[in-house]
Nanobody
Framework: QVQLVESGGGLVQPGGSLRLSCAVS????????MTWYRQAPGKERELVAS???????DYVDSVKGRFTISRDNAKNTLYLQMNNLKHEDTAVYYC???????WGPGTQVTVSL
């Protein structure tokens, strides 16, 4: 079965950092471009970052310079390093394959004093 499971979310102060992980199974991870999405209450789902099979990355403007997407194909794991977190980063974060509708259940990130 296809499975994507996010972890690493939690409560962090503004300016703090978190690293999210997405452990995948049930498909050949190295053959798929991967993405991170987020959704805040009352807002539309937003594509945050993507990484190709060759390691090329892209980011939404609001997180450029703060977030880094990476992958470890040997571990079948996708990462999102989030630095200098802001209140507006508060959302549920999801990992997803770029070209297939495979989603994880999400992990909550809350940035608050």
């Amino acid at each position: 079965q296809v499975q994507l499971v996010e972890s690493g979310g939690g409560l962090v102060q503004p300016g703090g950092s978190l690293r999210l992980s997405c452990a995948v199974s049930g498909f050949t991870f190295s053959n798929y471009a991967m993405t991170w999405y987020r959704q805040a209450p009352g807002k539309e789902r937003e594509l945050v970052a993507s990484i190709t099979t060759g390691g090329i990355t892209d980011y939404v403007d609001s997180v450029k310079g703060r977030f880094t997407i990476s992958r470890d194909n040997a571990k079948n794991t996708l990462y999102l390093q989030m630095n200098n977190l802001k209140h507006e980063d508060t959302a549920v974060y999801y990992c997803k394959t770029l070209t297939r509708p495979y989603w994880g259940p999400g992990t909550q990130v809350t940035v608050s004093l």
